[in-house]
């Protein structure tokens, strides 16, 4: 089993050889087993028939019932997805302007500008978020949030698209403005459908990324709106049920979903074949 | 003809450039000016009748509380965190660029992505399961009798620690592993073929040559330790304050933003310098080996 583990080529002292043979995979093998231990007991408990973590008593998935009942889950769930959505289009739709329709050299010297929102701990951006929210007087609710959102998604959004623009082929824009397409045609017709990978990408990122979101959602979704880790964490705080286990195991199998579309996209990306 | 044409581009060139504005518009109103209005906050003298006046009370009241007590602990503990992800991360990042086999390279790094994009609640949450008083760990012990009482593991600071550990490791490992799957295997088997036994090549070669990865995933796991909030909160119970539960303690329970945006600049300054610094210790060896060659 060891010796399916290493590759051919950088073998040759027999010293390192036991080593790397044995002892990395076995290390890798007790990291694995680190990351995915709490996850298995977690899903475990969704099907235990206890409203409390007090050992096992018998299978059941009562649980999964009751959170399909609890209206609660589902408003919070509907707040998330329309916060993750109009975050994702709103910073797609800025970032890919910003990158398009800027000059080149302009857009090179702001870069470092979008990296601000990656460069400290969030809760200093909720804190930021919150103090202009209040001197403003803005009321705090679902508004406030996707602005939140949409400032931690151009953090991405921007530096990934950026990358990629400036790899295209800058002839086919070229060639689009001398066969007579306006700015704005080349950009739908040309650049867009060019950066469409990226745009997916960055896309699928910012989508997960919202709905994750937990710090500025506490900062500055006020009373009115509930997300989903909002109402997990209050589930959390006041005495969980195993009604959250059940939502975890059913999120693990939708991210799992995620990991393997967006894996599928990059290697679409890049595995063309030459 | 030439002409025209070039002043008719620059025209449609400046009038579309308004479509690149508001990204930038949307980035200074959100993000520098909070920052601004945060300094405000924290030296706005509030009983002034009118206009605005200048105080710098809030940040002797944070430099003289045992508040100031509760960075260097945060720091302390962001640092421990990131040094242990280090040691830990390195092996697997090792691994799964250079020495895993394509087959099993897919499968495993599907498994290390998984968590990123699972709810982090979810993720922090499930170690109460396995910490807790009726948990899997006192279930075993006492099961396999090596215990007669349960341990008590959770609601204190060795348990935030293992758990921000848990929660910070694939930020280290990403960043290690791409750098290190771009390193070149002709660059490893030249230092071989040179007599160079793979403890020096690793000391030599493959080490120096991620270094850019090893800066990438310090600061991804140490900037964010920093500041820490949710897992004190779901983990250590409320007895345990880090600089993100304070934080967060002043301005949604206390009101208090006067000293919550003090708080906030003290150790947003405290998380500067340490970065500045640590940027400054990675220029050296740097330097010093470019001044050898």
Not at chain 1, 98 to 126: C, D, K, T, W
Not at chain 1, 148 to 162: A, E, Q, S
Not at chain 2, 153 to 166: K, Q, S
Request: charge should be neutral.
């Amino acid at each position: 089993m060891c010796s399916t583990f290493t590759t051919t080529t950088a073998e040759g002292v027999t010293g390192m050889r036991s080593f790397g043979s044995y002892v990395l995979p076995i290390a890798v093998a007790l990291f694995y087993l680190f990351l995915y231990l709490p996850i298995f007991v977690l899903i475990l408990f969704s099907f235990n028939d206890n409203a409390f973590t007090c050992g096992w008593s018998s299978f059941t998935t009562h649980w999964y019932y009751e959170l399909f009942a609890s209206t609660e889950m589902w408003l919070a769930l509907k707040n998330s997805l329309i916060i993750a959505v109009s975050s994702v289009v709103l910073s797609l739709a800025i970032g890919s302007s910003f990158i398009f329709f800027g000059s080149r050299e302009s857009v090179r010297r702001l870069l470092i500008l979008f990296y601000g929102s990656l460069a400290m701990p969030e809760i200093v951006l909720a804190v930021g978020l919150l103090s202009l929210f209040s001197f403003f007087a803005v009321p705090l609710g679902a508004t406030t949030l996707i602005a939140g959102h949409t400032l931690l998604g151009l953090g991405y959004v921007i530096p990934i698209l950026h990358g990629r623009f400036i790899e295209l082929d800058q002839s086919l824009i070229e060639a689009s403005y001398d066969l007579g397409a306006t700015q704005r045609q080349t950009f739908f017709s040309i650049v867009l459908p060019l950066l469409m990978p990226a745009l997916i990408a960055s896309g699928l990122l910012v989508f997960i990324i919202s709905l994750d979101d937990f710090i500025i959602s506490f900062f500055c979704a006020g009373a009115s709106v509930q997300t989903l880790p909002l109402y997990i964490f209050a589930v959390i705080r006041t005495g969980a049920s195993p009604m959250i286990n059940a939502l975890s195991t059913i999120m693990l199998i939708f991210s799992s979903f995620f990991v393997l579309l967006f894996s599928f996209l990059h290697i679409r990306k890049t595995g063309i074949p030459q | 003809m030439k002409i025209k044409e070039n002043i008719n581009n620059f025209i449609t060139e400046n009038a579309s450039f308004i479509f690149s504005v508001p990204a930038v518009l949307w980035q200074l109103l959100f993000l520098y000016v909070p920052f601004f209005l945060v300094v405000y906050t924290s030296v706005k003298k509030i009983s002034a009748v009118a206009g605005f006046d200048i105080t710098f009370d809030y940040y002797q009241a944070i430099l003289s509380s045992p508040y100031f007590y509760i960075i260097a602990r945060s720091l302390i503990i962001a640092l421990g965190v990131t040094v242990l992800c280090l040691i830990c991360a390195y092996p697997v990042a090792y691994f799964l660029a250079l020495k895993v086999n394509r087959r099993w390279k897919n499968g495993l790094l599907f498994l290390l992505t998984l968590p990123f994009w699972t709810n982090f609640l979810i993720q922090i949450y499930s170690w109460v399961f396995v910490l807790d008083y009726n948990g899997l760990i006192n279930m075993l012990l006492l099961k396999l009798g090596i215990i007669q009482e349960p341990l008590h593991m959770i609601n204190n600071t060795g348990a935030i620690f293992l758990v921000m550990l848990y929660y910070y490791l694939p930020f280290m490992i990403m960043p290690l592993y791409s750098i290190l799957e771009k390193i070149q295997h002709d660059l490893i088997e030249a230092s071989m073929d040179l007599g160079a036994t793979h403890w020096q090549t690793l000391r030599r070669i493959t080490i120096p040559l991620s270094m850019s990865g090893v800066k990438t995933g310090v600061l991804l796991v140490f900037v964010p330790a920093f500041g820490e909030f949710v897992i004190p909160a779901v983990i250590g119970g409320a007895h345990h304050m880090f600089v993100g539960s304070l934080i967060s303690h002043y301005f949604l329970v206390a009101r208090d933003n006067q000293l919550g945006a003090a708080f906030t600049i003290v150790s947003g300054l405290v998380l500067l310098v340490c970065v500045l610094l640590f940027n400054w210790l990675c220029a050296v060896p740097l330097q010093q080996l470019q001044q050898k060659e």
